[in-house]
């Protein structure tokens, strides 16, 4: 069995939605419950975010106790080691480099001549 919705029920349904809306939002209240729920649940989250935020900063403080910070004394001392670094490492890469060419260009040489046996 179902029920028909005639325009009188759906008419008074419609007054009663009205009055109840106008008698909450009159003393500033939330209609739905739902609504209350989710700003209490933003304030906890809110709480949340600030424990966290907490517990970051001691969990930093605690990281770095005991450092000492380097002075700046020396920047120009330490950029030159830098340099004279940098430029080692592009040496020992080039030198590499150079030596795998070297073995490769034999390695051609050595299959063009035949020297090499194969299995």
Avoid: C, W, Y
């Amino acid at each position: 069995m179902t029920a028909v919705a005639t325009n009188e029920s759906l008419a008074a349904m419609g007054d009663l939605v009205s009055k109840l809306v106008e008698k909450h939002a009159s003393k500033n209240k939330q209609i739905l419950d739902g609504d209350f729920s989710l700003r209490k649940r933003r304030k906890i989250e809110k709480k949340t975010k600030r424990e966290i935020s907490e517990k970051r900063k001691q969990k930093k403080e605690l990281f770095e106790k005991g450092r000492v910070s380097i002075p700046s004394l020396n920047v120009v001392h330490e950029r030159d080691l830098n340099k004279v670094a940098t430029r080692g490492i592009i040496q020992l890469f080039n030198a590499v480099k150079q030596h795998q060419e070297d073995v490769e260009s034999d390695v051609d040489s050595e299959e063009e001549s035949g020297d090499v046996e194969s299995d």
